[in-house]
């Protein structure tokens, strides 16, 4: 998701969410990391309320 060929799609979510009234921040994350049992990055996305 955050590689070259995905810029697009990441910029038009981003965008989504703040037409919404999001901020909206992403991280990469490795899901192994917190018990989970995969060895796998993801992309972890997290919205916050701009009115809050």
Do not use: W
């Not at 910029?11 to 921040?25: P, R």
């Amino acid at each position: 998701m955050l590689a070259p060929r995905h810029t697009e799609a990441l910029t038009n979510i981003k965008q989504m969410f703040e037409d919404a009234g999001y901020n909206l921040s992403f991280k990469l994350l490795n899901s192994s990391d917190f018990k989970v049992p995969q060895d796998r990055q993801r992309v972890f996305f997290v919205g916050i309320r701009k009115d809050l």
